[in-house]
């Protein structure tokens, strides 16, 4: 089994719609939970993370943690055709005030925003 | 130039040649990583330096050898590659990996490798 499970898609949908971005994992002990954008021909940046479970909103992003089901969500509301892109879950560990965190990356789903 | 830049961003080798990725970090970070890229798959780490000093060697061929001079740079060097090899590789780098917060990592552009 996968650390971290995320289903690749393609995704379409049509400008303005909600989206739903998903990754399931199996490590209890992921603390951190990333969401990462990449476009095409660049490299992945952060879009926010969080700690631990919960919500948080970033304007029209809104990520969740739902610890106990080992799931994490990324929802977009009134989508944008420059909201293409290819997003990324990452998630690591709190490894001790010394310890090295090393993120585990799920696959990517791919995003298409239509006109 | 701020952020990580990388280049060459494209290069074309044959399995015999040797040659060597670059990346700079502007951000004042001290820990850099290499990861490749590959079609439907999650980002591969590959390489881990902690003020200059390698933390992490995620069992690479040793035809991929890093190098940190410092915790600005960091080169891969590439020798004898073979075709499945061909991907893209990213550089990234964060403030460092250790202090019990978020590693949040700052990627360059990556550098697309084809092995002919």
């Known amino acids: 089994q996968k650390e971290v499970e995320q289903d690749p898609g393609p995704l379409s949908v049509p400008e303005g719609a909600i989206v739903s971005l998903n990754c399931t994992y199996s490590n209890s002990a992921f603390q951190y939970f990333m969401w990462y954008r990449q476009y095409s021909r660049k490299g992945p940046e952060l879009l926010m993370y969080t700690y631990s479970s919960g919500n948080k909103e970033d304007g029209r992003f809104t990520a969740q943690v739902d610890k106990s089901s080992k799931y994490i969500s990324l929802f977009i509301r009134d989508s944008q055709p420059s909201d293409s892109a290819t997003y990324l879950c990452a998630m690591s560990a709190y490894e001790g005030i010394q310890g090295a965190q090393k993120l585990v990356f799920g696959q990517g789903t791919r995003l298409t925003i239509n006109p | 130039e701020t952020g990580v830049t990388q280049t060459p961003r494209h290069l074309v080798m044959g399995m015999t040649n040797k040659k060597s990725l670059k990346c700079e970090q502007h951000?004042?970070?001290?820990?850099m990583y290499w990861y490749k890229q590959s079609a439907k798959k999650p980002l591969e780490l590959m390489f881990v330096y902690n003020f200059k000093e390698q933390t992490e060697n995620n069992s690479v061929p040793s035809r991929f050898s890093p190098e940190c001079p410092n915790s600005s740079h960091l080169f891969l060097h590439l020798h004898t590659l073979q075709p499945e090899d061909s991907a893209l590789y990213l550089c990234a780098s964060s403030q460092d990996s250790y202090r019990g917060r978020a590693n949040v990592l700052t990627f360059g552009a990556g550098s697309r490798l084809t092995v002919l």
């Open positions: 951000l004042g970070h001290n820990a």
